[in-house]
């Protein structure tokens, strides 16, 4: 199960961390991924990162997202800098917990749990 949550309504420019814990399994195999959805959009990739810690972002990212996780704490993070208006979007997590398949990461069927997302809103 996931739990993500974080989310909030921010201004344009601003930052914010979006978080996701696991419960069950062997989190330090799972790779994570966070993907979005905006309203009337398909929802899209946006990073993941795989069970020894290597990382992908969707090309939109820019370099102003970074992931990491946390194996003690069972968690994944999304710390999103220089916000946009149309990052505005749900946020889900996502999870493999066969983390050592290897898999494209960026696609949703490459993930086989999913949270119930957290909502962020940019404004401008």
């Known amino acids: 199960q996931l739990q993500a949550c974080g989310g909030g309504l921010v201004q344009a420019g601003d930052s914010l961390r979006i978080s996701c814990a696991a419960s069950?399994?062997?989190?330090?195999?799972?790779?994570m991924g966070w993907f979005r959805q905006a309203p009337g959009k398909e929802r899209e990739f946006v990073a993941a990162?795989?069970?020894?810690?290597?990382?992908y972002y969707g090309d939109f990212v820019e370099d102003r997202f970074t992931i990491s996780r946390d194996n003690a704490k069972k968690s994944v993070y999304l710390q999103m800098n220089m916000l946009k208006p149309e990052d505005t979007a749900v946020y889900y997590c996502?999870?493999?917990?066969?983390?050592?398949?290897?898999?494209?990461?960026?696609?949703?069927?490459?993930?086989?749990?999913w949270g119930q997302g957290t909502q962020v809103t940019v404004s401008s």
């Open positions: 996502a999870a493999d917990p066969n983390g050592w398949q290897p898999k494209n990461r960026r696609t949703m069927g490459d993930y086989v749990l």
């Open positions: 990162i795989s069970w020894i810690n290597s990382k």
């Open positions: 069950g399994g062997t989190f330090r195999n799972f790779a």
